[in-house]
């Protein structure tokens, strides 16, 4: 019956946003924010804690400024993910510029599988769907199911209203193995915390864990690694610029050569999050261990 409610509450936003329309509902989402910030601190300690950590140098002042548009930042993007069902193939275009995809398209044209690894930065879902639409292409996006079913339900329907496929984390990773032997496109986001006992890299002069999917399933299968991180503009409209992660002279050790490719990622994504540290999810404990 939990589960049931809340779906209920959730999808209720998605309704109230189509009546308002995506312009308006982004306005309205400070309200959100404001409610979680100050109202209902949900996880907000580990936010300035986080801030804290990459960002030893800032002032009390300037961290807590940070803090709260990182809540507004994903106010907007709560927003816009329940905006999905509503939002129009053009519409979507228009709201996501995508450049250098000429990369992608060519290196897939090429005959090669690839990575398309990115961050939960600015609105990820966006640029999923967005990418597929606009490359005209069927890309397997990697997902961790939710805790409510009939929400993970919902999220799938709307992940694959554009002709995008999901496939889940757990047992069936072995779904992205297959999918990149059979050179396609696979979505990734590879920021959030690994195992205690996994791979650790330097983030922001810290050490921390990670997840080390990516850089085994690119070493295992040959496969090329592009970055696309979307980046929120003045305009509430998104860029990504599409990179190709370099993953050439690597040590010779297997376990080496995941730990590298890992740092590289990590640091590109830093130089990202230094230029807009709101739009980063600093909600989970990033330096756990």
Same mark, same amino acid.
């Given at each position: 019956?939990?589960?049931?409610?809340?779906?209920?509450?959730?999808?209720?936003?998605?309704?109230?946003?189509?009546?308002?329309?995506?312009?308006?509902?982004?306005?309205?989402?400070?309200?959100?924010?404001?409610?979680?910030?100050?109202?209902?601190?949900?996880?907000?300690?580990?936010?300035?804690?986080?801030?804290?950590?990459?960002?030893?140098?800032?002032?009390?002042?300037?961290?807590?400024?940070?803090?709260?548009?990182?809540?507004?930042?994903?106010?907007?993007?709560?927003?816009?993910?329940?905006?999905?069902?509503?939002?129009?193939?053009?519409?979507?275009? @228009?709201?996501?510029?995508? $450049? #250098? &995809?000429?990369?992608?398209?060519?290196?897939?044209?090429? !005959?090669?599988?690839?990575?398309? %690894?990115?961050?939960?930065?600015?609105?990820?879902?966006?640029?999923?769907?967005?990418?597929?639409?606009?490359?005209?292409?069927?890309?397997n996006v990697v997902?961790?199911?939710?805790?409510?079913?009939?929400?993970?339900?919902?999220?799938?329907?709307?992940?694959?209203?554009?002709?995008?496929?999901?496939?889940?984390?757990?047992?069936?990773?072995?779904?992205?193995?297959?999918?990149?032997?059979?050179?396609?496109?696979?979505?990734?986001?590879?920021?959030?915390?690994?195992? @205690?006992?996994?791979?650790? $890299? #330097? &983030?922001?002069?810290?050490?921390?864990?990670?997840?080390? !999917?990516?850089?085994?399933?690119? %070493?295992?299968?040959?496969?090329?690694?592009?970055?696309?991180?979307?980046?929120?503009?003045?305009?509430?409209?998104?860029?990504?610029?599409?990179?190709?992660?370099?993953?050439?002279?690597?040590?010779?050790?297997?376990?080496?050569?995941?730990?590298?490719?890992?740092?590289?990622?990590?640091?590109?994504?830093?130089?990202?999050?230094?230029?807009?540290?709101?739009?980063?999810?600093?909600?989970h404990k990033r330096?756990?261990?």
């Amino acid at each position: 019956m939990q589960n049931i409610l809340e779906y209920f509450l959730f999808i209720s936003f998605s309704y109230l946003f189509k009546i308002l329309g995506l312009k308006l509902s982004r306005k309205v989402s400070v309200i959100i924010a404001l409610f979680f910030y100050y109202i209902i601190p949900i996880r907000k300690e580990t936010v300035l804690q986080n801030l804290k950590y990459a960002f030893p140098d800032y002032t009390q002042e300037k961290i807590k400024k940070i803090s709260y548009e990182n809540y507004k930042s994903f106010a907007v993007t709560f927003t816009e993910i329940m905006y999905l069902p509503h939002i129009s193939r053009k519409k979507l275009i @228009e709201n996501v510029e995508c $450049v #250098n &995809l000429n990369i992608l398209k060519k290196r897939y044209e090429e !005959g090669n599988p690839i990575i398309l %690894l990115t961050a939960h930065f600015g609105n990820w879902e966006y640029m999923a769907t967005s990418t597929g639409v606009q490359l005209n292409l069927l890309l397997n996006v990697v997902i961790k199911n939710q805790r409510n079913p009939y929400v993970t339900k919902w999220l799938k329907k709307n992940r694959t209203r554009f002709g995008n496929s999901v496939i889940p984390m757990g047992i069936q990773i072995r779904k992205v193995y297959q999918k990149l032997k059979e050179k396609q496109i696979v979505i990734m986001a590879a920021d959030q915390r690994g195992d @205690e006992d996994s791979i650790r $890299v #330097n &983030l922001f002069g810290r050490s921390t864990s990670v997840f080390p !999917g990516p850089a085994t399933l690119a %070493l295992k299968t040959n496969a090329v690694i592009i970055c696309a991180i979307p980046v929120r503009q003045k305009d509430k409209k998104y860029k990504i610029v599409f990179e190709e992660l370099n993953i050439d002279n690597l040590p010779e050790e297997l376990e080496d050569k995941k730990v590298e490719i890992c740092q590289r990622y990590t640091s590109y994504l830093q130089k990202i999050i230094e230029k807009n540290p709101e739009q980063w999810l600093w909600m989970h404990k990033r330096w756990k261990h």
